[in-house]
């Protein structure tokens, strides 16, 4: 979504992962901390600068510091469907030459660690997609008004409307055209989510992606028929 967004005459974000609200060494007891490396990052004249940095939104101490630094910042969360998100990340895992053991056997072992309260940087395959655990955390701390939600498959269908949602909860005007392209970050992996796999996956997510239903007042429909998808897939 960065090179999306520095599309927009109005916006700025900084072309990497900041990674500096979860870098723990960088803040004392108190999450003070010398903020002026974090604000050369924005060396932009835009109205609107911003960076994306996905960890910030699954460590708790990580937003506790953008709580004290920045208390009216405006937060954009981007939803991608959890069972595929964890499978991706699994995969991207293995490519880097981080992990060699199979998918499911690294999903039962963090199944098997109590992991509510995470504060340092790791895989957490399944946990980052606990979404409506993590909503619930940020709107603990921050107004509702403050946060966007989005989901990442709605953004690739119709990513014009998407993208001008944000750009009006931003304060930036809409646009009439985007330059979208969809396969920025797109990768394609040598192995496909097994049934089986995917079915331990789905239990896992189930009941948290319900409450995340309800929160958002609406299912996701894309999800859904990817469930149902292989469900049905794995009964034939």
Not at 121 to 140: A, N, P
Not at 169 to 176: E, H, I, N, V
Not at 182 to 199: A, M
Request: aromatic share 14%; net charge positive; proline share 5%.
């Amino acid at each position: 979504m960065i090179h999306h967004f520095n599309l927009h005459e109005e916006i700025f974000m900084a072309r990497n992962e900041a990674h500096f609200f979860d870098d723990n060494k960088a803040f004392d007891r108190e999450n003070n901390c010398n903020l002026a490396p974090y604000r050369n990052l924005f060396f932009s004249k835009k109205k609107i600068r911003g960076e994306k940095t996905p960890a910030y939104v699954y460590l708790r101490n990580a937003m506790d510091r953008i709580h004290k630094h920045y208390p009216n910042i405006k937060l954009i969360l981007v939803l991608r469907e959890p069972v595929q998100r964890a499978y991706s990340q699994y995969n991207m895992n293995v490519e880097n030459k981080n992990t060699r053991e199979p998918f499911l056997d690294l999903i039962k072992q963090e199944q098997s660690i109590q992991l509510k309260d995470i504060t340092q940087r790791s895989f957490h395959m399944t946990q980052r997609g606990f979404y409506v655990d993590q909503i619930e955390y940020i709107l603990s701390k921050f107004p509702r008004e403050n946060l966007h939600i989005c989901i990442a498959e709605e953004v690739l269908q119709n990513p014009l409307e998407e993208y001008n949602k944000i750009f009006t909860f931003l304060g930036a005007r809409p646009l009439t055209k985007l330059d979208f392209n969809p396969n920025i970050h797109k990768r394609e992996y040598k192995t496909s989510l097994s049934p089986n796999d995917f079915k331990y996956l789905y239990d896992i997510y189930k009941p948290y992606n319900e409450r995340l239903y309800t929160l958002l007042g609406r299912v996701v429909p894309s999800w859904e028929a990817y469930y149902t998808h292989k469900i049905t897939l794995s009964a034939s």
